[in-house]
């Protein structure tokens, strides 16, 4: 079995899920991170038992045997970090959002044609025990016509060393941070979008931070994303997802501790509805969806296959329609897709 050498670029606050959800796999070892502040690097590489850099281009020139980068920085720098990976050839997985626009993700998809790697951006809600269900069930037809869905992801707002977050074009705050996963996974289950329309307000950081995005699927589905940055302390990171069909309803709830890496306590729920049949209640399994998404994408690097769970169609088209909803947000109408140029 081939063991893949990772190259993690970036040492905040989601290196913390990746870094144990890569030492659970047997395929997979951490062979040094990087990190542009020094003691940020140094001390997941002490807790990891391997090497740090500051500089992502020092490392992969001084560690040719890694063969697989996970880029965990802000989100204005990922295009930049592919670039330079594609350079030297390794596969990369990135956090998302893959960039802040559609125009930029283009980008990417073209960097990585061109170079030949293996890419995949890391969409974890993808890989979630109760999300999978819910897709697994759409794709069996067990819903019928989608008459509406609602999805929500709501966290207060969590501050560190991470002002980029809150900087309208770094990082854009909920509405980019989170609610790029809803419409991800909405996607997903419903195809292309036809029209997006929010109610969004803002905050003193000048980003949206509250948003209900109401979205028209092209093949008649349609749907709600609400996403929040602004719950008041103490409010437990909580995801939801209910989707409403002619032959099928069902909910999902998850709720976890302070943050997204507080797990203990978090309750989850997926629960079913069909007419003439006793409800179904589940527990879906709380596997580590990180280690999933992971191990996904090494099997497809070791199979030399193109990741088909997350695209960079799929990359690019979520953010055309995020970058829709802010437009909405700001003009107060109805966005048509097709007719959406970019972010304004
Ligand atoms: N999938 C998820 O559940 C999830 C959750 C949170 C964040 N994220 C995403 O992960 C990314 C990182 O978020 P975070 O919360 O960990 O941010 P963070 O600010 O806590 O950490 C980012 C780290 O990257 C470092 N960095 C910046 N530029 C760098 C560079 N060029 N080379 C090396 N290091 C560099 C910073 O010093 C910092 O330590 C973002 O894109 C974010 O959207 C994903």
Same mark, same amino acid.
């Given at each position: 079995m081939k063991k893949h050498q990772i190259g993690l670029i970036g040492c905040g606050m989601i290196s913390r899920s990746h870094i144990p959800a890569i030492s659970m796999l047997e395929n997979a070892e951490l062979a040094a991170v990087c990190d542009v502040i020094a003691a940020k690097a140094e001390a997941a590489a002490q807790a990891a038992r391997c090497r740090s850099f500051t500089d992502a281009r020092s490392m992969l020139q001084a560690m040719p045997e890694i063969d697989v980068?996970?880029?965990?920085?802000?989100? +204005?720098?990922h295009a930049e970090l592919v670039e330079l990976c594609a350079e030297f050839g390794k596969a990369v997985l990135c956090e998302k959002p893959i960039a802040m626009t559609a125009s930029q993700a283009a980008r990417v998809r073209d960097v990585v044609a061109k170079s030949g790697i293996r890419y995949m951006t890391a969409m974890v809600v993808r890989f979630w025990s109760g999300y999978v269900i819910l897709k697994e069930m759409m794709d069996a037809g067990v819903f019928g016509e989608i008459r509406m869905s609602y999805f929500s992801r709501c966290s207060q707002a969590q501050r560190w060393d991470n002002d980029w977050l809150y900087d309208p074009i770094l990082g854009g705050g909920a509405m980019y941070d989170m609610l790029v996963h809803d419409v991800d996974f909405m996607n997903s289950?419903?195809?292309?979008?036809?029209?997006? $329309?929010?109610?969004?307000?803002?905050?003193?950081?000048?980003? +949206?931070?509250?948003?209900?995005?109401?979205?028209? $699927?092209?093949?008649?589905?349609?749907?709600?994303?609400?996403?929040?940055?602004?719950?008041?302390?103490? $409010?437990?990171?909580?995801?939801?997802?209910?989707?409403?069909?002619?032959?099928?309803?069902?909910?999902?709830? $998850?709720?976890a501790g302070y943050s997204i890496n507080d797990r203990?306590?978090?309750?989850?729920?997926?629960?079913i509805w069909k007419d003439g049949q006793d409800p179904i209640c589940m527990e879906p399994e709380q596997y580590n969806?990180?280690?999933?998404?992971?191990?996904?994408?090494?099997?497809?690097?070791?199979?030399?296959?193109?990741?088909?769970?997350?695209?960079?169609?799929?990359s690019i088209e979520v953010m055309h329609v995020i970058n829709a909803i802010e437009a909405s947000a700001k003009l107060g109408q109805v966005i048509e897709l097709d007719r959406f140029d970019g972010r304004l």
């Open positions: 980068c996970l880029i965990a920085t802000p989100t +204005y720098t289950l419903f195809g292309p979008a036809k029209n997006v $329309y929010a109610l969004a307000s803002r905050d003193e950081t000048n980003c +949206y931070q509250n948003v209900f995005a109401s979205i028209e $699927y092209k093949g008649g589905a349609r749907g709600v994303a609400e996403t929040s940055f602004t719950m008041r302390e103490g $409010y437990p990171f909580s995801m939801y997802a209910k989707v409403m069909g002619s032959k099928a309803t069902a909910e999902f709830s $998850y709720q203990q306590g978090a309750c989850c729920s997926l629960k969806a990180y280690a999933k998404e992971i191990a996904y994408f090494l099997d497809c690097v070791d199979r030399g296959k193109r990741p088909e769970a997350v695209t960079l169609e799929n």
